[in-house]
């Protein structure tokens, strides 16, 4: 790190400014990592292909990922070593009629698994779409062997039909949960309790319509309740909203709950959920003229505490084409809870047109509450079990299962809000930093195969990075994270990857790795590396909720390196900026450069133009980046720039022309002349025999065809940067001769070419070609 000069503060003025600007709507990554194979593990196999179900056994030490027609189980620490698999095809007899229903063969007609789920006996459940004929069976693993125990199972609400088709599920005990279609054709969306005693919902509209499920989870909500109430099971969707009133589709974002003991009920709702209740969810966006859709979220609860601090972070994108902004939002339990138990509900009202509104229900409430779960009150009416609940109650809730209020996220704002690659899924891990407090770190992928590393602190929202860990660019479509191995998987449609939490070693120096604000990594001044917390032997440098860089000590200065220019020539000095958020400004023998045409300021560099004399000297390149209100100057590059002689001894050596990528100008100029004289003897030529009339009216085509070559012939109606631009760029380090001169004129002494057009009113214009033998015709 060097200190500025007091002049370069006063040039570097308007840039810190300029860096001061923040935006919420342009968080942009501090830095973007391009795809390596150290970037990430990869696991594929050839010809298979969906790898998007995902289930973590750390008891086994194992991953287990489901594909299409194949279930593997692999290494956790090494996705890369595969363990087992096995395999699960679909028939002949059930492709050929699946294809029969008009489905495609080689794409639709498969098995697609889609639910893995552990047993309480340690067995796993396993359900696959089965070429739209779903089925379930029983998996075990024993002796490094991956085995079906075929005792399959009917799938139907179980799993989808329709491999594409969003989905949920989740495993209670010995119950699963789900939210998928009825039916082949998708048209009967239902949630529902696979079981000894069956349960879900009804086929109306008012309860889903046209939705799209996301995710499912469970909430222990009957521990430490003073009112006696009962587990829940949250659900996560997007539907056709049913209660507003406009003339194309609106898409809201909704969480319903059900609880874990209802039976349905005895007359009204057999059953069916007596419990099913659900509540738009709000991220407000800025700009967005349209609620945003959920695509996925992710539980948090804090260890060792009470259920109501748990939250649910979520993603959202929007609905519409006119906007590319993704966000983050984050929901607490207590609220969805509140919304559900002590909130208004919509009821629908007819109006004049038989047009069906939903307005707040004004009347009164039955008792129980419809929609509770069966606590200490309704036991006080002697009402145990949903089966005793009083039709009023159920009638009420099968018409009214929507909420008025909306639930808002913490804060009444995004956690995240970024413009570009959208948003697909979300995990969320919390870190102790080193100054003693807890950040959660938010891993987003997007639909561009990168996965994003962001903290909000405090209200700041900050990316960290942003890592291209899939090669072929295809949307992430799963992503899990192991607290045994601290590593995170993600699953697309071409193959598996695992990354870890923690990569410092991507920053190269105590400002960098400081200014990267990653709350799990911090420089290690002994060792001279930036390191993770978790694995540091000592105090480690780290400021992330500021990014203090003045806590680094100073760093070593930059070795220069000598280059030489010739005189009417361009040179480029190489500099990249340490990351995305800071910028480079160039420093010339300690004072700031000077504004100039000839010095071309770019973003990887900086290029001089037309060198003379004057510009030798000693070029510093700085990297500046803004964090809070502090100004960070980092020395990134220096050259020493001297201006060639040709003398011996003279480092810079000018380039023969048979160097050059091109023919040399002179060359071109002679070569250009020649033809010129050769087609003006072959022009008189032809006149003198006859061949050729004194004049001669050129077609229209071929006129605007010769106007073209023109124009698109070497330097014509181009500049000097245009002309440098089209060449093949230099090795680094070596001088760039200029090969620009004066254009020689050729003289005509038998005579001169005239040009004249001649238009005619509707008609093209004509090219009249006239030779003039005698400047006395004139």
Known sequence: MYPLLPVSLFCFLPLALMLGEDSPLDCVPRKTVPYHTNNSKLFREDGVWNYSIMLLREDLGLLL???????????????????ASVKWEVTVPQQEGCKNKGKNPEIECKNYIRILHTM???????????????????????????????????????????????????????????????????????????????????????????????SMAQMPESEDDDRGDDDKVYLFFSEIAVEYDFYSKLVVSCVARVCKGDLGGQRTLQKKWTSFLKARMDCPVLESQLPYVIQDTYRWCEPQQHWRSCLFYAVFTPQSDTSDLSAVCAYRVADISRVFSEGKYKTPVTVETSFVKWVMYSGDVPSPRPGACIDNEARKQGITRTLDLPDRTLQFIRDRPLMDQAVKPVGDRPLLVRRGATFTRIIVDQVQAADGRKYKVMFIGTEKGTLLKAVNYDGEMFIIEEVEILQSQEPIKILRFSNSTRQIYAGSENGAVQVPLATCGRCLSCMDCVLARDPYCGWDEVDAKCVALASAERELIQSVKHGNASLCPDADPVKPVTQSIWPNSHLKLRCLPLSNLAQPSWLRDGSSLPPSARFQLLRDGLLILNASASDAGRYRCLSLERSHNNLYATSVAEYQVGIASGKGGDSGQRPSPQAQDGPSLTGLQATVGLLVVLLAVLLSWNIYKGHLPLTRVCRPKKGAERAEKLEQAPGYGSSVTQQEAQKPALAEGKPLVSELGNSSHNNHTGGEVEFSAEVEENASPKLTLQYIKDESEI
Do not use: H
Request: negative net charge; glycine residues 8%; contains cysteine.
């Open 65 to 83: 990922l489901g594909a299409r027609e194949v279930v593997y189980a692999l290494d956790l620490n090494n996705i890369s070593n595969k363990n």
């Open 120 to 214: 309480e006996d340690g067995r796993m459940y396993v359900c696959g779409t089965n070429a739209f004929d779903p089925e379930c069976d029983y998996m075990s693993y024993a002796d490094g062997e991956l085995t079906l125990e075929n005792k399959r199972e009917d799938g139907k609400g179980k799993c989808p039909f329709d491999p594409f088709q969003r989905y949920s599920s989740i495993m209670v005990g010995k119950d699963l949960y789900s939210a998928t279609s009825m039916n082949f054709l998708g048209s009967e969306p239902v949630v529902m309790r696979s079981s000894s005693v069956s349960i879900r919902t009804e086929f109306k509209s008012t309860w889903l319509n046209e939705p799209n499920f996301i």
